[in-house]
């Protein structure tokens, strides 16, 4: 567990939060690139007048090299602290967790992550009891008609991972707050660059920290971010009692994909622009879902949440779901795939359920990553791709 110190808070920009926050170079020897802690215990030597000289005392409530990346996640998303997971659905589901309660009621946006919609609909609903209603998430009114007495959570994913759907989060933590009812949203998407939901009332903003924030394809881990309180309390019980809490090892290669973290996600967004424009205007793609496009149908939360984009999108070509699906077993640069953020490019259809079709999902919907390869060369293969979709 680790909150902002006031040094770390003389840090502003992302570029410098990235680089700095939690670098404590005389603390490690001068070390540019911290050392990795890889140990369970800390024991608890003493000065001569009997003062403990540590603050750590057990890896599964904390350490040094968690503390970092913790500090730095915590600093960009405007948070009093942060905790590190070892996976996006342990910050998920702990998140959930810590506002539920037995036969309590969830309001649920109905495109979240496939796995989120699983933990509430059906572990939590068979397990606990825990109920739930659907929304589509567009309508404020539309939540505020789904709340009932026992409501103790609004769950968001703002934009969503499929159809990128978002919420206008102000107005639902409006709407939340009085009621005595919890928040929390999947930022996964966005990441603290690009959006950051506690500044508009939101009590819980999760990360797959799998995606962008590692941003190499090998790390599962997860973040969530809030006030001291909730930091707290989620420390003290889901994390330490369930013991989903992330390793040194894992903790350091997130630092070292925080660092770039800028870098790369300017040159996904920069590609995945160009990329949505040729698709928009491609006589064999129906639609397209990229917030920020020309396109995009909610333009104006758009506009008044985020600040940028990434490289990820759906589209729906032409064809029937055969063609579809040869048409991304065709592609060359954009490896077959379900994660995202990495470097690589990756193409990937999409299964749909009764729920996803009536809250907007499309047949035949395609994700793609764009990821740091030339964007000529991925828009050549999307190209030769749909050329073989017979017209």
């Known amino acids: 567990m680790a909150f902002l110190t006031e040094q770390d808070k003389q840090y502003v920009t992302p570029e410098d939060i990235c680089a700095h926050v939690g670098d404590e170079y005389g603390k490690f020897m001068g070390a540019i690139v911290p ?165 508009h009332g939101i009590d819980i903003s999760c990360h797959t920290a799998s995606k962008y924030m590692g941003g190499h394809s090998d790390i599962v881990a997860g973040a969530l971010i809030a006030n001291r309180e909730i930091i707290q309390s989620i420390s003290s019980n889901e994390r330490e009692l369930l013991g989903n809490n992330m390793d040194p090892h894992q903790a350091w290669l997130l630092i070292r994909g925080l660092r770039t973290l800028p870098v790369r996600l300017k040159h996904h967004g920069e590609s995945a622009r160009k990329v949505a424009e040729f698709l928009e205007n491609h006589p064999k793609v129906e639609k397209v879902f990229y917030p920020g496009s020309k396109t995009y149908d909610q333009p104006e939360l758009y506009n008044k949440y985020l600040t940028g984009g990434n490289g990820l999108m759906s589209f729906v070509p032409k064809g029937t779901t055969e063609q579809v699906q040869a048409f991304v077993r065709s592609l060359h640069y954009f490896q077959n795939g379900c994660s995202w953020g990495g470097f690589e490019s990756l193409a990937v259809t999409v299964g749909i359920d009764d729920d996803a079709r009536a809250f907007g999902q499309p047949e035949n919907l395609v994700r793609i990553h764009v990821g740091l390869e030339d964007v000529d060369t991925l828009i050549a293969d999307l190209e030769q791709g749909l050329s073989k979709i017979p017209d």
């Not at 890889?38 to 599964?60: C, H, I, K, M, W």
């Not at 609909?121 to 009932?148: C, D, M, P, R």
């Open 35 to 199: 050392p990795i802690f890889q140990n369970s215990l800390f024991v608890r030597p003493t000065d001569v007048n009997g003062v403990t000289q540590t603050e750590y005392a057990y890896t599964r409530v904390s350490n040094p090299t968690i503390d970092i990346a913790e500090r730095k996640i915590a600093a960009l998303e405007g948070g009093d602290g942060a905790l590190c997971f070892s996976s996006g659905m342990g910050a998920i589901s702990s998140a959930i967790m810590h506002f539920v309660s037995a036969n309590c009621h969830v309001v649920l946006v109905a495109t979240s992550y496939g796995c989120t919609l699983n933990f509430i609909k059906n572990y939590l609903h068979n397990k606990f009891g825990v109920t739930y209603t659907l929304v589509h998430g567009n309508s404020v009114e539309e939540i505020e008609q789904a709340i009932q007495p026992n409501t103790k959570l609004i769950y968001l994913e703002s934009p969503s991972s499929l159809v990128f759907h978002m919420q206008d989060l102000e107005k639902i933590a409006a709407l939340a707050k009085p009621r005595g009812i919890g928040t929390v949203i999947d930022n996964t998407y966005a990441t603290p660059l690009h959006q950051q939901p506690l500044k």
